[in-house]
T-cell receptor, first 111, second 115 residues
Framework: NAGVTQTPKFRVLKTGQSMTLLCAQD?????MYWYRQDPGMGLRLIHY???????AKGEVPDGYNVSRLKKQNFLLGLESAAPSQTSVYFC??????????FGNGTRLTVT | GQQLNQSPQSMFIQEGEDVSMNCTSS?????WLWYKQDPGEGPVLLIA?????ELTSNGRLTAQFGITRKDSFLNISASIPSDVGIYFC???????????????FGKGTHLIIQP
C-alpha cells in the first residue's frame, strides 16, 4: 500500500527552466493538494483539487499551475522557475471529511 | 486569511520529561489535527479532534480540542528520543465541505530531546 507517492524526490533547476512534479495516490481520495514548506513558514497551500478535472487556487498559487486529469494523479507545474520557488513541496490527499495523508516531499532548488 | 499561532517554536528537553505545545486561532474551527514530521519525510497524522472539549489520547500523546473551538493543545508524556521532530497543528472545517481548503497549519514546534 503505497499511499501518496511524489516524484522526483530532489531536483535542481536553473532560473527560467520548467518542470512538473507528480503526485500519485492509491487510496481513491477525492481531494488532493499541493503545499510548499519553507523555514519558519509552516505549510502553505498552493493549489488543490476536489475531484478529477477540477482545480482551485490556494494561499500562494502564483507561478504554479496544476492539473488533475486522473483521480489518482495531481501534477504541479512550474513554467519558469524562480529562486523564490526553492522549497520543499508536499502533496496530500484525503476524503471530504478526513484528515490529509502526505507524501514524503520533493526538495526543489532553483539557482 | 486565517492564522494559527503555534507555540513554542522550539523546545529543548531532557529525555523522560513531559512536553506541552499549543495552538490558538482568531477563527473558530470544527476540526483540529496534530501532525508530526520527521526529517526528510512528510507530516504524519497523530491525533484528530472533531468535537469541542474532546480529549483524545494516542499512546503517550494527549490532545484536546478547546471549548471555544479556537485552540488546541498536545501533550507528550515521558519523552523518548524518537519523539524528536516537528509537530504541526492544523485547524479545519471538515464537515462543512471545507475539507478542500479548510486546513490551516501552524508554523510548527521543533522538539529536540537531549539524552
Amino acid at each position: 500500500n503505497a499511499g501518496v507517492t511524489q516524484t522526483p524526490k530532489f531536483r535542481v533547476l536553473k532560473t527560467g527552466q520548467s518542470m512538473t512534479l507528480l503526485c500519485a495516490q492509491d487510496m481513491n481520495h477525492e481531494y488532493m493538494y499541493w503545499y510548499r514548506q519553507d523555514p519558519g513558514m509552516g505549510l502553505r497551500l498552493i493549489h488543490y483539487s476536489v475531484g478529477e478535472g477540477t482545480t482551485a487556487k490556494g494561499e500562494v498559487p502564483d507561478g504554479y499551475n496544476v492539473s488533475r486529469l486522473k483521480k489518482q494523479n495531481f501534477l504541479l507545474g512550474l513554467e519558469s522557475a524562480a529562486p523564490s520557488q526553492t522549497s520543499v513541496y508536499f502533496c496530500a490527499s484525503g476524503y471530504r471529511d478526513s484528515p490529509l495523508h502526505f507524501g514524503n516531499g520533493t526538495r526543489l532548488t532553483v539557482t | 486569511g486565517q492564522q494559527l499561532n503555534q507555540s513554542p517554536q522550539s523546545m529543548f528537553i531532557q529525555e523522560g520529561e513531559d512536553v506541552s505545545m499549543n495552538c490558538t486561532s482568531s477563527s473558530i474551527f470544527n476540526t483540529w489535527l496534530w501532525y508530526k514530521q520527521d526529517p526528510g519525510e512528510g507530516p504524519v497524522l497523530l491525533i484528530a479532534l472533531y468535537k469541542a472539549g474532546e480529549l483524545t489520547s494516542n499512546g503517550r500523546l494527549t490532545a484536546q480540542f478547546g471549548i471555544t473551538r479556537k485552540d488546541s493543545f498536545l501533550n507528550i508524556s515521558a519523552s523518548i528520543p524518537s519523539d524528536v521532530g516537528i509537530y504541526f497543528c492544523a485547524g479545519g472545517d471538515m464537515y462543512s465541505g471545507g475539507g478542500a481548503d479548510g486546513l490551516t497549519f501552524g508554523k510548527g514546534t521543533h522538539l529536540i530531546i537531549q539524552p
